[in-house]
């Protein structure tokens, strides 16, 4: 084959992804039995999760290239709780966001100013984001923030959600989002046993009727900056009925979301 002939190849392999010379570059790297750590996706264009996960799926990908550096844009599927790490430069806060759709979702893991992001500008499922300057690892298919790296919320369709008079006393669902007044809320316990031993709870009010709301481990440390009259949503939450009374449960695996201030 000759060389135009190998570097359209390469362009073909990467669904067009990636430039002519950057195919060069891959080219070149192979050649010499050693690629690149990264390539640059064409950082005018955003990859879509089905994109990247075509991409992770070819075994001939995955072996010259382990990682790019590449912008995404996609759907939230859901958003985790943040929770603090710590790293060489001290404490900082840590979260995981799914984007995509169920059933084909990439987990992008947020470090620093990234996972606050999602917070103070109120990401929230069916939320349409573009998060530049990530590395995607083929192995895992899992994206990683860098300190270069911007969260953009450009609108879209917020998640179904109910608020507590919505709730139907008959019905035990799971995977929901519920949203209401926060009152009677209490400290985390159990917290020395670390993030996965804590519990919280609190009430969550709606005009009519009332839910209580219990809290495991990242969701009650997410409690702790709770206050009353705080509106809340919990999402991928739990809901019950137990002996007539309504009970809604918020795991790690859930999200506590501050929608407006009490005070």
């Avoid at 992770?56 to 550096?69: D, G, Q, T, V």
């Avoid at 606050?116 to 192995?139: A, C, H, P, Q």
Wanted: glycine letters at 10%; one cysteine or more; a negative charge.
């Amino acid at each position: 084959m000759s060389r135009m002939g190998e570097v359209e190849s390469i362009i073909d392999k990467f669904s067009g992804m990636i430039t002519r010379g950057q195919a060069e570059s891959i080219m070149r790297g192979c050649g010499s039995g050693v690629g690149p750590e990264h390539i640059l996706l064409d950082n005018e264009a955003s990859a879509t999760v089905s994109e990247l996960l075509d991409l992770s799926s070819k075994e001939e990908i995955r072996s010259a290239i382990p990682s790019l550096n590449v912008n995404v844009r996609d759907v939230v599927y859901r958003v985790f709780n943040d929770m603090r790490t710590s790293t060489a430069k001290g404490a900082t806060n840590r979260r995981r966001v799914a984007i995509g759709s169920e059933g084909r979702t990439i987990i992008i893991e947020m470090m620093g100013r990234q996972s606050d992001t999602i917070d103070s500008d109120k990401i929230e499922r069916g939320d349409t984001i573009t998060v530049t300057n990530t590395i995607f690892n083929l192995y895992n298919s899992t994206l990683y923030t860098t300190t270069r790296s911007k969260v953009i919320r450009e609108g879209g369709e917020s998640g179904a959600h109910m608020g507590i008079d919505d709730i139907n006393p008959d019905l035990n669902v799971k995977n929901v989002d519920v949203f209401g007044e926060v009152t009677g809320v209490q400290d985390p316990i159990n917290t020395d046993a670390g993030i996965r031993g804590a519990s919280s709870s609190c009430t969550l009010k709606g005009a009519l009727h009332t839910a209580k709301l219990y809290m495991w481990g990242s969701s009650a440390m997410a409690s702790k900056g709770l206050s009353d009259g705080d509106i809340v949503k919990v999402e991928f939450c739990t809901v019950s009925n137990t002996d007539g009374q309504i009970s809604i449960n918020a795991w790690d695996s859930s999200r506590i979301l501050v929608l407006k201030r009490g005070r």
